[in-house]
């Protein structure tokens, strides 16, 4: 028996990878990709290849394709990594308590495989007054009009 499809309120199936899914996905990452993306790791700052970016379009889990942030809502931050105030759905982006370093943070997952992007800090913009501060290896930039990557064969799209 397969299990119901989880959707967000976007309607993106939120059910995680099987096994074999994920063996295949993470095979696909590079060394740094993997380091933090699987291992909680944070790329240097003001190095990442998405920082500058501001062409139209969707941010991306660059595991399982889940869109996480919309360009509307990235601002810089001055931190040295892409920033956002919003993301995509609110579905999308789960929040757990990071104790890490000495720090008590808020570590933002990717909903629907569980990798790591970044953490959540209330020192941004209105209207949310959050930053989602997330590391460009994480994600992956889709310019609007292209389709979304589709790793998982869920017919994912744009609403």
């Known amino acids: 028996m397969t299990q119901a499809a989880t959707l967000s309120s ?11 899914e994920r063996e295949r996905l993470e095979a696909d990452l590079t060394a740094e990709e993997a ?27 660059r595991l399982c394709g889940l869109p996480l942030f919309k360009h509307e809502t ?3 931050s001055g931190t040295g990594w892409p920033s956002f105030y919003a993301p ?3 579905d999308h982006v789960k929040a757990v308590r990071d104790t890490s370093y000495g720090m008590v943070r808020i570590e933002t997952r990717c909903a629907r495989c569980d990798s790591h992007q970044g953490h959540v800090f209330p020192d941004g913009p209105a209207p949310t007054q959050l930053r989602y501060c997330i590391n ?10 292209d389709p979304l990557p589709d790793p998982l064969h869920r017919g994912d799209h744009l609403p």
């Open 10 to 20: 976007t309607g993106f199936d939120l059910t995680p990878p099987t096994e074999p």
């Open 136 to 145: 460009s290896v994480s994600l992956q930039f889709v310019k609007t009009g």
């Open 35 to 61: 380091r933090v993306l699987l291992h909680h790791g944070t790329e240097a700052p003001f190095c990442g290849g998405l920082l500058g970016e501001k062409s139209p379009g969707v941010y991306g889990c």
């Open 74 to 76: 990235k601002f810089e």
């Open 88 to 90: 995509f759905d609110e």
